[in-house]
């Protein structure tokens, strides 16, 4: 018997039908169209609408897509595991109301909180379970309802975000595919760059923190861009390197934060442009969710055995690279 591996063996997504549109936020604040488009190349957003709607509901509509894909039973799964970086609260677990929604009761389950590098972590943390032996089909969530954490006064954070899910099965094989590779980072920091001022432990929620609008996203936009592409080419190039993988045949999947980020980071890598893989125009920067949205729009594209790099930067700092080979 040869080495278990962890294969992706099918991917679902959903995104939240109402859409926030650059001319949209041009009535709300001093932006445009253009602004937006040359600096970070979103051009919509979805946006989940509802009261006491929260990411387990974006995420519980992947899994929903993804069951039916795969023909999975809710009583088959053994783990969930939801990365997300806006839970519906604090506790318990957003993985744990998932499966409560979805009747998922033979599993375990738990969050993942790594910025918009969550998902890369959570696949290799799935991998591991798999390649254990002990596990046979997990599901990884990425989910995001950014719009609850950000402040539409701010020019400069508000028309990066949106709110979305995508959500894979993970099951071992023998075959070559899978996780086959990977660079993990992070740097804590740079946690003074990016992050959310008030709502933990350390700075509880007061009148006086609400009035401040220190629940929203803080982010210093410089810093940030310069690390991302650094970190993420560096990471990325080294993967490649070290399994000598062809960049013309190469795909590369890489978190959707930022159109020049995603051209820079590329370019370092090689990779032609015909194999990036790029949503951000359609959906923003999903956080979590930005990786199986990909994976989820350009399945029909992947075929057995094609080689996928995918590289993604997010607030602490983390960073890392995972080399997949597609599995079906």
């Known amino acids: 018997m040869g080495k278990i591996r962890a294969a992706i063996t099918g991917v679902g997504a959903y995104v939240p039908e109402d859409v926030l549109t650059n001319e949209d936020l041009s009535r709300m604040m001093d932006t445009s169209d253009e602004w937006i488009m040359t600096r970070i190349g979103i051009k919509t957003r979805h946006i989940l609408k509802g009261e006491g709607k929260g990411t387990s509901d974006i995420a519980v509509e992947a899994v929903k897509q993804l069951f039916e894909k795969t023909n999975t039973k809710p009583e088959e799964v053994e783990l969930v595991i939801c990365c997300t970086v806006t839970p519906d609260m604090f506790f318990p677990s957003t993985a744990c109301v998932i499966c409560d929604k979805l009747n998922i009761r033979n599993a375990f389950a738990f969050d993942v909180n790594a910025a918009c590098s969550g998902f890369l972590y959570g696949l ?97 936009g410089q810093p940030v861009f310069k690390w991302a592409v650094s970190k993420m080419a560096d990471t990325a190039v080294d993967v490649m390197k070290r399994n000598n993988l062809d960049p013309n045949i190469t795909w590369f999947a890489p978190h959707q934060a930022n159109l020049r980020i995603i051209d820079a980071v590329g370019h370092r890598m090689g990779i032609d442009s015909s194999r990036v893989m790029v949503n951000i125009e359609k959906y923003g920067n999903t956080t979590a969710a930005t990786i199986p949205l990909l994976l989820w729009e350009w399945e029909s594209k992947l075929k057995k055995g094609d080689d996928i790099i995918i590289a993604t930067f997010g607030a602490g700092f983390t960073w890392g690279a995972i080399w997949l080979k597609w599995a079906y």
């Open 124 to 220: 290799s943390t799935a991998a591991k379970f798999i390649e254990s032996g002990r596990y046979k089909k997990i599901v990884l969530i990425g989910a995001e309802k950014m719009t609850s954490i950000i402040d539409y006064t701010d020019r400069a954070t508000s028309p990066i975000f949106g709110d979305g899910a995508g959500a894979v099965l993970i099951e071992p094989t023998t075959e070559q595919v899978g996780v086959l590779d990977e660079e993990l980072k992070s740097d804590g920091a740079g946690r003074v760059h990016l992050h959310m001022k008030a709502g933990g432990s350390a700075r509880p929620s007061t009148h006086e923190t609400i009035d401040a609008r220190e629940h929203y996203v803080y982010q210093e």
